[in-house]
């Protein structure tokens, strides 16, 4: 626990499902969805993972251009606060 008047920099748990935490729609064709949620807990958890994502096309899966829009920002985050991506 922080001290009055001191800044707690941790962030607070958000334990909503992805899909709702980050917005994502299901497409006709998409990023299969078991993918991105894989590829998102590792990013999330401190780890980045190699290289650039990629993941299967597949029917019903999460709007592509939401999924992208969402990582480029999460990498954008972690380089800021000096995290390796």
Do not use: K, N, W
Not at 37 to 45: I, K, N, P, S
């Amino acid at each position: 626990m922080s001290a009055p008047g001191e800044e707690d920099d941790r962030m607070p748990e958000d334990d909503r499902p992805l899909y709702e935490r980050f917005g994502f729609r299901i497409a006709r064709r998409g990023y299969d969805r078991d993918q991105v949620e894989a590829y998102l807990t590792r990013l999330l958890g401190g780890a980045p993972p190699v290289g650039a994502p990629a993941f299967e096309l597949v029917r019903r899966g999460y709007e592509r251009d939401r999924v992208d829009e969402v990582i480029t920002r999460l990498h954008g985050e972690a380089a800021g606060r000096g995290g390796q991506t």
